[in-house]
């Protein structure tokens, strides 16, 4: 009976830290998916990069005013470019994310949790 409670136990503290650790690497993927351009913040997920996309397929290339994360007005002289830089960002900081996260799932035990 012991032996049930030890790995129950084990399984929880397991499950916890895997959980703690998830968490901190979703925060921190998310910290590098803020883009700050023209005094603006701006948070790149796919509705951006698919308005921004849909603006440069209309013509809309030059003096273009996005609504930021705090909901300011950002004026962007080069559409195109911030679709590179948010898309380059974007794309860099999933695949990050991915190979953390293929880690985190193979790491079996709590103490290779946190060596990660």
């Not at 910290?31 to 990069?49: E, V």
């Not at 996005?66 to 470019?81: K, Q, S």
């Amino acid at each position: 009976m012991e032996e049930q409670l030890k790995k129950a136990l084990d399984f929880s503290n397991y499950r916890q830290t895997f959980s703690i650790q998830r968490r901190t690497l979703k925060e921190k993927i998310e910290a590098k998916l803020t883009y700050g351009c023209n005094g603006g913040i701006f948070k790149i997920d796919r509705s951006l990069i698919t308005f921004v996309q849909l603006l440069i397929d209309q013509g809309r290339v030059s003096g273009v005013p996005l609504i930021d994360a705090n909901d300011n007005p950002i004026l962007i002289d080069n559409l195109e470019t911030f679709r590179d830089e948010i898309l380059d960002r974007y794309f860099t900081s999933t695949l990050e994310y991915y190979e953390q996260y293929q880690d985190l799932k193979k790491s079996r035990s709590v103490e290779k949790l946190l060596d990660l």
